[in-house]
């Protein structure tokens, strides 16, 4: 089974402009993602996939692997299908570009999932974290999942879901974290299908599976790490990283 990694980069951002070209400990934030991508040594390839001259300078004058998108996408999963359809590759792994803290424990598991599916059913595979703190649940910045019985997600929102109407049942709420592990053909199918108003409304591209009845396996990991959508993620990550 090939497995590559893609991570896709675009240089503006609506939260943060220019985010992926931030200095976090002397490099900047894309190339800490793709070194600690590569670093995995979970992959048989890992490129960065991007619109900006700037970011593709960025890594190949570093030594590393960048692709160009030929026209403008909507979501990262667009860019990244452009990018692979005419690579042979079973497996192709999206790794956020703002995700520094990309390490192997949380990507293993989610790679797990396709060796186990021996009939192909699942789509997909992404990971969940628990949070517990009211602030983070309400903050639309962070994407909720809720899963059924055997962890197949069922909806992301950027609102809280579910809604607290009975705080006495043991509601749980898990983040999503932006890490996807696709079949080759489910993206492909995802590239060719138009979006629908429930991830036009939410600006969440992985509702679009769920509009067109894909399986996505959600994965419980307990390794939150810091995604950059803010300058004060950008300084928490600083502060982790020393």
């Known amino acids: 089974m090939k497995i590559?990694?893609?991570i896709p980069a675009r240089y503006s951002a609506s939260r943060f402009p220019a985010k992926l070209m931030q200095n976090l400990a002397g490099k900047t934030v894309?190339?800490?993602?793709?070194?600690?991508?590569?670093?995995t040594q979970l992959f048989d390839?890992?490129?960065?996939?991007?619109?900006?001259?700037?970011?593709?300078?960025?890594i190949v004058n570093n030594g590393g692997k960048a692709i160009m998108s030929k026209k403008e996408h909507q979501s990262g999963s667009d860019r990244i299908a452009e990018a692979v359809v005419d690579l042979d590759v079973d497996i192709v792994v999206n790794v956020q570009g703002d995700e520094p803290f990309t390490e192997r424990e949380s990507?293993?598991?989610?790679?797990?999932?396709?060796?186990?599916?021996?009939?192909?059913?699942?789509?997909?595979?992404?990971?969940?974290?628990?949070?517990?703190?009211?602030?983070?649940?309400?903050n639309p910045n962070t994407v909720k999942v809720i899963v059924d019985q055997n962890n197949f997600a069922l909806y992301f929102s950027r609102s809280p879901i579910p809604f607290p109407r009975d705080n006495e049942v043991g509601t749980r709420y898990f983040k999503h974290k932006g890490i996807y592990a696709f079949r080759k053909q489910a993206l492909l199918d995802f590239y060719r299908l138009p979006m629908q108003f429930l991830?036009?409304?939410?600006?969440?591209?992985?509702?679009?599976?769920?509009?067109y009845s894909k399986k996505i396996k959600m994965v419980e990991t307990t390794v939150e790490g810091v995604e950059?959508?803010?300058?004060?993620?950008?300084?928490?990550?600083?502060r982790?990283?020393?």
Do not use: N
Not at 112 to 138: C, G, T
């Open 30 to 39: 894309i190339l800490r993602t793709y070194e600690a991508t590569v670093a």
């Open 228 to 238: 950059i959508d803010t300058p004060e993620d950008l300084e928490r990550a600083k």
């Open 240 to 242: 982790l990283w020393k």
């Open 4 to 6: 590559i990694s893609m």
């Open 45 to 58: 390839e890992v490129y960065v996939v991007t619109d900006s001259a700037i970011i593709y300078d960025e």
């Open 199 to 211: 991830e036009a409304t939410e600006k969440i591209e992985c509702i679009r599976y769920l509009e």
């Open 107 to 138: 990507l293993e598991k989610v790679l797990e999932v396709f060796k186990h599916d021996h009939q192909k059913e699942i789509d997909l595979a992404s990971l969940m974290v628990e949070i517990h703190d009211w602030e983070e649940i309400s």
